[in-house]
């Protein structure tokens, strides 16, 4: 039998696995390590997969062109996705100056509640719906016959809401309202809001940096992945030819459509 060669952990035909391998194909970013059982069932699989992958090679598999084509997209799909990653994470480090200089600008939004009301749909159209009934009925009683969230059964009351515990597409809306008034369509990941700012009172508990740190760093990362995203691409569009044979698959410039997001629609 064919011994193991050193630096080896299984051979299947002449297929090797090796300890600098499989530290390689372990998922990165794992807040706990793996330990010696969760690696054992990692190569335990992975010798599965190579006894398929080795049968399918026999029966000449490989050469279809479906599959070629797939194995194709697999392949540009992780390369550009690992790109990203690189290219986004220099891109978008922020520092305890830029998190400071947030905190400073938004203080003021730091020291109130905001009661807010919200009637959630999901389409446009639906949203559109919502508006036109709201003005001949009341918020509440729109909110309990058509909202399809949980708390419509209240009135679409989320009750008060700070800064940092509401959803972003809510923040970039709410912090521009006075009370009483009701904003167009805002699109989220949840589908399409009406929101209705009902109040605003003092916080009861008042926040400092040190409370808020971690989420105005997330904030500002998304911030900055949004736009270190657009900017790339554009910078790639710029220095390479793309050409359409067929003009009803181009689409805008990137720099025209990577900022449609989820904020409202007008």
């Known amino acids: 039998m064919r011994e193991i060669p050193p630096g080896a952990i299984v051979r299947v035909g002449e297929r090797v696995l090796t300890v600098d391998e499989l530290d390689r194909l372990l998922p ?14 990692f190569v335990d699989r992975w010798v599965d997969t190579e006894l398929l992958h080795q049968e399918a090679i026999r029966r000449r598999l490989g050469d279809d062109p479906r599959v070629q084509a797939r194995r194709a997209a697999l392949e540009q799909e992780y390369l550009a996705d690992h790109l990203l990653t690189i290219e986004l994470r220099e891109r978008t480090s922020v520092t305890e100056e830029e998190v400071e200089r947030y905190f400073e600008e938004h203080r003021e939004e730091y020291l109130y509640e905001y009661r807010v009301s919200h009637i959630l749909v999901n389409t446009l159209e639906e949203a559109r719906q919502v508006q036109a009934l709201l003005e001949t009925n009341s918020f509440e009683w729109v909110a309990n016959r058509h909202s399809v969230d ?4 209240r009135g679409g009351d989320l009750g008060y809401l700070t800064k940092g515990n509401m959803v972003p597409e809510f923040e970039n809306v709410i912090f521009r309202m006075t009370p009483g008034e009701v904003s ?12 209705k700012l009902v109040g605003i009172r003092e916080a009861y508990v008042k926040v400092g940096l040190e409370e808020v740190r971690e989420r105005i760093m997330n904030t500002l990362v998304v911030r900055k992945r949004e ?11 710029r220095r390479s030819e793309i050409e359409y ?16 997001g989820g904020t409202e629609v007008n």
Do not use: M, N, Q, W
């Not at 990165?28 to 069932?41: I, K, L, Q, W, Y």
């Not at 805002?186 to 809001?193: A, E, K, L, Y």
């Open 28 to 41: 990165e970013g794992e807040r706990v390590p793996f330990d010696d059982a969760e690696r054992r069932r």
């Open 150 to 153: 949980p708390v419509a059964k």
């Open 184 to 195: 167009g369509p805002v699109r989220s990941d949840f589908g399409f809001h009406i929101i």
């Open 227 to 237: 736009r270190a995203y657009g900017e790339f691409l554009d910078e790639l569009r």
């Open 245 to 260: 044979a067929d003009s009803a698959y181009a689409v805008p410039a990137f720099a025209d459509t990577a900022a449609s």
